[in-house]
């Protein structure tokens, strides 16, 4: 039986040529226009696929979702650092089904709404620090990211980004993040490598998964240790943690599953490790497209202006009047997707699709930059435009971006709800409260804004400046809180 058309291979390092480490998804693109929907490659001993269209990925992510709902095992990532204990990175199998359901009970739309009044307060300290520290602001946006989740995960309210629950969380990210690129590291391509001594060449890895080991170890083990703490001193406030230690629809789990703790701390350090990067990336993205998009600014601010008006900020309440800033925070999603990769799944048994065999243990990439860069000849796909959401006159109308860029069927992201409430809240409180634009130099002249992205799974706009300033005669002061 045949399997799907790609490059062919040179003998053992097969395709690996074929997948550059900067920006693979762009790679990934072309290799689709000549292949077509489904490419299908060999680097190392490992089989990979990457699909490159929407109807396939239905197909077999929802659809046939069964077969596709495991992970790649990223000897680094996994192993040496023991993310195989993570959601994200657990393979298909009884633990990460507790762990989804940790999620659906205590991250789900009913669970959220306990979360409304804190973003509400983590969007006003934020616009706090960006009126007093305009320059900082890159630092500002990581910080309330981070806040967004330590308050939701654990109850814990974060002071500065020297909180060692932030500092912990920023570098165990860091490493991850490039610890889980296909091909990033050789041992993930030739897993027998990790049984060879430290001191061989070759085995940067087994420095970098200890450090990461030690440094994941902590971020799983003490913020879930000050809940358990809080609980028993009669002082916990909501979060996903107390829910999951509390909720009468975990009971039987509780009861029954001796793993339940080591699942609940897992599953909580999970969510910092998946959300806080991605929220603050989007919220980055957003206003580096906002600097060089005056008009887009003006339009989204008149908006706030006229629903909600100047008087109080903006609240979750407002989201369906506001329809222009949710276009905003789509097209940010499109624009830039923050995994332009998704996360990659690999089969679990062998599958027979459109005439061609997918093998067991194939690495699947459903290269969500693909339908990022759909063609539109009204709103080029490079183009910042959230008015391709909202023209109702057109006959083919774009695929919304909260369609593929949390993911697909089993594993889609269980975060999405809180994203997308954070990224909402944060880009309404900053639109209605600032301008933004290009910075300028000592001499008056604009510092051009260079649109560049990292390369790792989860890819952030690079450093870039901007001038943020409190917008003139606003009526909210930016030391605001919820009853102004
Ligand atoms: C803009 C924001 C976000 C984006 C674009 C995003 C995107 C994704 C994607 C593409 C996946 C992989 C889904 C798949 O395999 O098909 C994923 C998984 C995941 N996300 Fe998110 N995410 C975001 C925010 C969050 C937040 C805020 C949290 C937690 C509070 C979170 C927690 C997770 C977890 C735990 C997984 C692993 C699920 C599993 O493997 O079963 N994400 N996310």
Same mark, same amino acid.
């Given at each position: 039986q045949r399997t799907p058309p790609g490059p062919i291979g040179l003998p053992l390092v097969g395709n690996l040529l074929h997948v550059p480490l900067k920006h693979p998804w762009i790679k990934f693109q072309r290799l689709g226009e000549?292949?077509?929907?489904?490419?299908?490659?060999? #680097?190392?001993?490992?089989?990979? &696929?990457?699909?490159?269209?929407? #109807?396939?990925m239905l197909d077999l992510l929802v659809k046939k979702g069964n077969l596709y709902c495991s992970r790649p095992y990223f000897t680094v990532a996994c192993e040496l650092m023991? &993310?195989?204990?993570?959601?994200?990175?657990? /393979?298909?199998? !009884? *633990?990460? *089904?507790?762990?989804?359901? &940790?999620? *659906?009970?205590?991250?789900? /739309?009913e669970a959220l709404r306990e979360y409304d009044s804190t973003l509400?307060?983590?969007?006003?300290?934020?616009? *706090?620090?960006?009126? !007093?520290? /305009?320059?900082?602001?890159?630092n500002d946006v990581r910080l309330a990211a981070g806040r967004v989740i330590m308050s939701t995960m654990y109850g814990i309210s974060v002071d500065s980004a020297q909180d060692p629950y932030i500092v912990r969380a920023e570098a165990a990210m860091n490493m991850i993040s490039k610890a889980t690129i296909p091909g990033e590291f050789t041992v993930d391509l030739l897993p027998a490598l990790k049984h060879l001594p430290t001191w061989f060449p070759l085995t940067r890895f087994h420095t970098v998964g200890e450090e990461g080991r030690k440094m994941i170890e902590e971020l799983v083990a003490k913020p879930y240790q000050y809940v358990k703490d809080e609980m028993a001193a009669g002082s916990s406030v909501p979060s996903f943690t107390r829910d999951a230690l509390t909720k009468k629809e975990l009971q039987t789990e509780r009861d029954t599953d001796e793993t339940f703790e080591h699942a609940v701390k897992w599953a909580a350090a999970s969510m910092y490790a998946a959300g806080q990067e991605v929220i603050s990336s989007s919220v980055l993205n957003m206003i580096m497209a906002l600097a060089l998009h005056p008009e887009i600014l003006r339009t989204a601010q008149a908006e706030i202006d006229s629903v909600v008006g100047r008087q109080r900020p903006p609240s979750i309440k407002d989201r369906h009047a506001l329809p222009y800033i949710l276009a905003i925070v789509k097209e940010t999603l499109r624009w830039h997707p923050p995994l332009p990769m998704d996360i990659p799944r690999a089969s679990i048994e062998d599958d027979f699709y459109n005439g061609y065999l997918i093998p067991k243990n194939t690495t699947v990439i459903p290269n969500i930059w693909s339908l990022s860069r759909a063609p539109d000849p009204d709103y080029p796909p490079e183009n910042f435009s959230p008015e391709r959401f909202l023209d109702n006159s057109r006959i083919n109308k774009p695929l919304s971006p909260l369609e593929y860029c949390f993911g697909f069927g089993r594993r889609i992201c269980p975060g999405r709800g809180l994203a997308e409430n954070s990224i909402f809240l944060l880009a309404a409180s900053i639109i209605s409260s600032f301008d933004i634009t290009p910075a300028v130099d000592g001499k008056g002249i604009k510092i051009p804004i260079d649109v560049q992205y990292s390369s790792g799974l989860v890819s952030l706009p690079e450093d870039f400046k901007c001038s943020i300033k409190p917008r003139g005669g606003t009526a909210i002061s930016v030391d605001d809180d919820r009853q102004a």
């Open positions: 000549t292949y077509g929907d489904m490419t299908y490659f060999h #680097g190392l001993g490992n089989s990979i &696929l990457v699909l490159n269209n929407h #109807g396939t023991n &993310l195989v204990n993570s959601t994200a990175f657990a /393979p298909f199998g !009884e *633990r990460w *089904r507790l762990h989804r359901k &940790l999620a *659906r009970v205590a991250l789900g /739309p509400m307060d983590i969007s006003a300290i934020l616009n *706090r620090s960006l009126a !007093e520290s /305009p320059a900082d602001f890159i």
